[in-house]
């Protein structure tokens, strides 16, 4: 996901350039990265369900054991997420059924771990945003989303957290604690708006595989 562009709701738009993904703001576009950063990209990107796999419809399960398993899976989605660009990453983006999501909304921050999150407030302000997904490569959508919220969660040892975010980090979270439960972006767009997206992606993977 990508720093926000806050505007009126509009629909879905192609990203350009190959541009597949919200990245890290000031990051380097796509096209012009070098060849080892491109192939560890696109290696990561191969790792992440996309649309249509039925892992990204399901509801992630509680994490009940805090072990050096769950350690190691985070590390794994961490690289996985910095390798792909992205800012954010859930468990079940990688065909994993634990409520688990990392994210890094600022590259000098250190990567957050949220285990078993759960919205405890959200503001009644809300705020309109494009957002990309690893899951739903060459879209971006504008969605609706509270400008702030506050989560309970564990983090990989299993002591409690609580994160008080507005922003895009409130995005990020909102956005992959979506994905725990099944649901995705399009999901909170309207339906024409879904079936533009949905025919932006046909149209750019078709261009992709002539390319």
Not at 46 to 52: E, F, S, Y
Not at 117 to 134: K, N, Q, R, Y
Not at 149 to 158: E, F, I, L, P
Request: with cysteine.
């Amino acid at each position: 996901m990508a720093d926000e562009d806050i505007r009126e709701a509009a629909p879905a738009a192609l990203a350009s350039d190959d541009a597949d993904v919200e990245v890290e703001e000031g990051a380097t576009p796509v096209a012009e990265l070098d060849p080892e950063t491109r192939a560890r990209r696109d290696a990561a990107l191969r790792q992440v369900r996309k649309l249509g796999d039925p892992v990204l419809r399901a509801s992630a399960l509680p994490v009940d054991r805090f072990d050096d398993a769950l350690r190691a899976e985070i590390e794994r989605m961490g690289e996985l997420m910095g390798d792909a660009l992205g800012i954010g990453l859930a468990a079940t983006q990688i065909g994993v059924l634990h409520r688990v999501l990392v994210y890094r909304s600022d590259p000098e921050d250190p990567l957050t771990a949220l285990v078993n999150p759960v919205l405890e407030w959200s503001s009644e302000e809300t705020e309109i945003a494009s957002e990309g997904c690893l899951s739903i490569p060459f879209v971006h959508v504008d969605v609706e989303r509270p400008a702030a919220v506050r989560v309970r969660a564990r983090d990989a040892r299993g002591e409690q957290l609580e994160v008080q975010a507005s922003g895009l980090t409130a995005r990020v979270i909102q956005h992959e604690m979506d994905h725990l439960d099944g649901v995705l972006m399009i999901d909170r767009i309207p339906r024409e708006e879904r079936k533009e997206a949905m025919r932006a992606m046909r149209e750019a993977q078709r261009e992709a595989s002539l390319a």
